[in-house]
């Protein structure tokens, strides 16, 4: 029997897949990739008897590394279903490359992603993920919930209702270049959490929209698994949970005229100037600082040139 707890004692052998959990025919495996940045991906592999199941298998450039995983575990040519929960090029750039290798996988997403992965060369079908259940046989079956617009309109998590893991995509992702495989300490992770959320999430409403959504299905979660960054382990999930649904962040601070209601510790400075111009290094001008300049040239020009008793004339 796998234990997280044991399991994130330490750092596990990243050169093969991480077994994250086993009960009877039902696995769940961390193959994702492994280098030197702060934007590295995850990938999960789910088996449940005959059905392989990849979820947001990866960018292009991570193929090698994720199927030398898989095939550690399965041969690919068995790999069902890839679930892919937003179109972006790190967390599915591969797939041309997997259907390559076996044409018969079936490519599950949502309704407003599956019109944008043809644009990957893809000319399989694309099944819709709208009714929200994947069955695996035995009667197990995977759960997709929606979360619009975190970050892409039609985003949506997978739940796992046997491991009771939240595969959760972009949402809990975070960047750091001292990865670890699981969280250590909550309160100095979600630092990194906050640096992907404040430019890659739209607003308060979309965050705390989800994190009611979750209360409100009243889904268990044993651990929640990004696609970036580390693994959220359940003794930290309702701090997480509390921590997404309380943060400010994207439009929230692009035009904080429109900030939503929130307690004075939750409030922070807004930058008053666009994002573009902040990824520029550009800082806001100070109104106050902007008046006393003013204030000195006058003084200095006065003194020097005598322009007040020359106005006063
Ligand atoms: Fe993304
Ligand atoms: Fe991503």
């Known amino acids: ?44 592999l789910l088996c449940h008897g005959d059905a392989n199941v990849l979820i947001d298998p990866g960018g292009r450039f991570h193929y090698d590394q994720v199927s030398r995983r898989v095939e550690g575990v399965v041969d690919p ?10 179109q972006d090029p790190d967390l ?3 797939l041309p490359l997997w259907l390559e290798r076996q044409g018969g996988i079936k490519v599950l ?33 995977l759960r997709f919930l929606p979360a619009p617009f975190m970050h892409f309109p039609g985003a949506f998590v997978t739940y796992d209702p046997i491991s009771k893991f939240l595969f959760s995509g972009d949402i809990f992702a975070a960047v750091n270049a001292d990865w ?11 630092g990194f959490m906050e640096i992907f959320h404040t430019d ?24 929640i698994l990004p696609q970036h960054g580390s693994i959220i382990m359940e003794r930290d999930v309702p701090k997480a949970l509390e921590w997404l649904g309380n943060l400010l962040c994207g439009l929230d601070l692009i035009y904080p005229a429109d ?18 111009d902040r990824a520029l290094g550009k800082r806001p001008m100070n109104t106050a600082a902007l008046v006393l300049g003013l204030l000195l040239i006058l003084t200095v020009g006065a003194a ?9 004339r």
Request: aromatic share 8%; hydrophobic share 40%; net charge negative.
């Open 1 to 44: 029997m796998v234990s997280l707890e044991e399991l994130a004692g330490g750092q596990p052998d990243l050169s093969q897949a991480v077994l994250l959990f086993e009960a009877g025919r039902h696995r769940v495996y961390w193959v994702g990739s492994e280098e030197a940045t702060h934007f590295r991906c995850n990938a999960y």
């Open 77 to 86: 040519q068995k790999i069902t279903h890839i679930v892919v929960q937003h």
């Open 92 to 94: 599915c750039g591969s």
């Open 109 to 141: 997403t949502n309704s407003r992603a599956a019109v944008l992965l043809p644009h990957y060369g893809l000319t399989c079908p694309i099944e819709e993920t709208d009714d929200g259940w994947l069955p695996l046989g035995d009667g197990a079956k």
């Open 180 to 190: 670890q495989m699981f969280v250590q300490d909550f309160d100095l992770h979600s």
């Open 200 to 223: 890659y999430m739209a607003g308060h409403r979309a965050l705390a929209g989800f994190t009611a959504m979750l209360r409100r299905e009243q889904v268990p979660i044993r651990a």
């Open 259 to 276: 900030e939503p209601r929130s307690t004075p510790s939750q409030r922070r400075s807004p930058p008053a100037v666009p994002v573009a």
């Open 304 to 312: 020097v040139e005598g322009w007040i008793p020359t106005l006063a």
